[in-house]
């Protein structure tokens, strides 16, 4: 699964490149920093340690949703910014420019929405999550992705909280709201 979300993240940074040069939105050649890639995979690896120890299902589901939403909220920034000059920010739907802190365009929300549900297909080919998970893992995906957004909007715009903590807590979320509704 970790390498779906690599190959995902991947396609969609390079996706459109020229154009988010252009408008100054394009991820920087040296590929992202230490930080961002625990703040996205750090939760999932939590997860993945206390599985190994603990033998709870629950924390493969959880890892899983960890996952698709940094899956989701990458492939969602990239291509939007690819696609659109403008977004809209999520908590007005005001326009902004395109890469703004909670700024969504229609286009970038679908990709993310198909990114996990790629790495969630994978999980369940994996043998990792059965149908039922791959389909929570998913939604938690959607629903990271999310509250990523409005967290970018209502904190990071601010200067409150930086974009690591805004992807450790969409991670975060994602997992325990995954866990939450399986153990229904």
Not at 61 to 83: K, R, Y
Not at 135 to 154: C, T
Request: proline share 2%.
């Amino acid at each position: 699964m970790l390498l779906a979300v690599f190959a995902v993240t991947w396609i969609a940074t390079r996706f459109g490149r020229l154009r988010k040069q252009g408008l100054g939105v394009a991820e920087h050649k040296e590929g992202r920093s230490a930080s961002q890639v625990l703040a996205n995979t750090g939760m999932a690896a939590a997860c993945a340690l206390c599985y190994s120890g603990l033998h709870t299902p629950l924390m493969v589901l959880g890892m899983a949703a960890a996952l698709t939403v940094a899956a989701a909220d990458t492939v969602s920034s990239e291509c939007g910014q690819a696609l659109r000059r403008e977004a809209r920010l999520i908590t007005t739907f005001e326009r902004v420019p395109a890469g703004t802190d909670g700024g969504v365009t229609l286009g970038g929300t679908a990709a993310g929405a198909v990114a996990a549900g790629l790495v969630s297909l994978v999980g369940m080919w994996a043998r990792l999550l059965p149908m039922r998970w791959m389909w929570i893992a998913v939604a938690a995906g959607v629903f990271g992705m999310v509250v990523d957004s409005f967290l970018g909007a209502l904190l990071e715009r601010r200067g409150w909280i930086g974009n690591d903590s805004v992807n450790f807590i969409s991670t975060v979320v994602a997992a325990v709201g995954a866990a939450a509704v399986a153990g229904l």
